[in-house]
């Protein structure tokens, strides 16, 4: 099927910010937007990017029907722009839609609105070594209505914003056994909004503790590990990666994923299986090795450098010579051209 999609160019090219711009603050000269109404997607079209004018009976302002997804966009080392994973992105995307009661996206109309918005703000993504284009597709009811129903009326966008190389300092996390994040029957395996907006504030009570995060348990028992903050988490213990398996509860990260398949690629072990805390504290305890990272999109790999279980506080091994530092490099060494992309990950754009 042919999309296709208007192009207004913005006029004079905007002074890019400087690398001091805190992390998505930034947007890039131009946006997608398309506009569904009468069960059809209408008018794709690329514009200079600009602020939307939306009623106050907005239906996605009251009831929380938004869907998004985080994904990033590469200078390879030929100088070729490389978006990574974006067909695995489009599904995840479009289960999440489906979970929102949200129309689906034709396949096609998404790779060619990503494709052509890209291609026309590359220049922004950043030159240094771990820099790139951050891109948030999104879509939100737009029908003007504050009866609770599932809207007829949607935007589906496509922003962009340059993010530069980030530290991220190693990580203090506590184990979360009050509050939850997802339940079984829920919206834990979608990107909708409104899973953000219900985790502020455990994680804002985590941080008054002197916590940069929460590893939020499962809501029946309290006792299995899902995810840190909004990243999947991962451990490495007696040479095998282990991560929960996914479920209703649990983000499917495409980090995560491709650290699985990275993983067996280089010959490590890897675990899906269900992790009680315990189990953790006691490799802690008996003095093992522990390596706990968080895993996506934003920064690759989040190590995990102090886990608190009910108040007492572990170490995890976060040395250079860690395994999911390998991981990462691995993972950044597809993305930029320097390891043979065997899984067809990347989509470089020609
Ligand atoms: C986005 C997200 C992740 C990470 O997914 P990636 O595709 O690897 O960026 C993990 N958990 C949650 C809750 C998320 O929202």
């Known amino acids: 099927m042919d999309y296709t999609i208007s192009i207004t160019r913005q006029e004079e090219r905007k002074v890019k910010e400087s690398s001091l711009a805190p992390f998505g603050t930034q947007p890039t000269e131009h946006m997608f937007i398309c506009e569904y109404k009468k069960g059809q997607w209408h008018d794709p079209r690329i514009v200079p990017f600009s602020d939307l004018v939306l009623s106050p009976f907005t239906l996605c302002l009251h009831y ?94 496509i922003v962009c914003s340059p993010a530069y190389q ?52 499962d809501a029946k028992t309290h006792e299995f590990i899902e995810e840190s903050g909004t990243m999947n988490l991962m451990f490495f213990i007696d040479n095998v990666l282990f991560t929960p398996p996914l479920s209703g509860t649990i983000l499917d990260g495409v980090t995560r994923d491709s650290m699985l398949k990275l993983a067996k690629e280089m010959g490590i072990s890897t675990a899906e299986m269900a992790i009680s805390y315990k189990e953790i504290q006691v490799a802690l305890e008996a003095g093992k090795r522990v390596e706990a990272f968080g895993a996506g999109t934003a920064a690759v790999v989040a190590p995990i450098e102090t886990i608190a279980i009910n108040g007492t506080h572990y170490q995890c091994y976060v040395g250079q010579d ?23 990950w990347n989509y470089i754009l020609q």
């Open 322 to 344: 860690a395994m999911m530092y390998r991981l990462k490099q691995a993972l950044c060494d597809i993305r930029k051209g320097l390891r043979p992309d065997t899984h067809n």
């Open 166 to 217: 980030y530290y991220s300092k190693p990580l203090k996390v506590k184990v979360e056994t009050e509050f939850v994040r997802a339940a079984e029957g829920g919206t834990g395996y979608a990107k909708c909004g409104g899973n953000y907006g219900a985790a502020l504030y455990p994680t804002q009570l985590a941080r008054n503790e002197g916590y940069d995060q929460v590893i939020w348990t």
């Open 64 to 157: 929380g029907q938004t869907v998004f997804e985080g994904m990033k966009a590469f200078t390879m080392e030929d100088g070729r722009v490389n978006i990574f994973r974006p067909l695995k992105h489009y599904e995840r995307f479009s289960r999440s839609l489906e979970r929102l009661c949200m129309p689906a996206v034709p396949q096609g109309l998404f790779i060619e609105a990503l494709h052509q918005l890209i291609q026309l703000d590359a220049g922004w993504i950043p030159n240094d070594e771990e820099g790139s284009l951050y891109i948030r597709p999104f879509m939100i009811a737009s029908e003007e209505r504050i009866g609770v129903k599932a809207a007829d009326e949607y935007l589906f966008m």
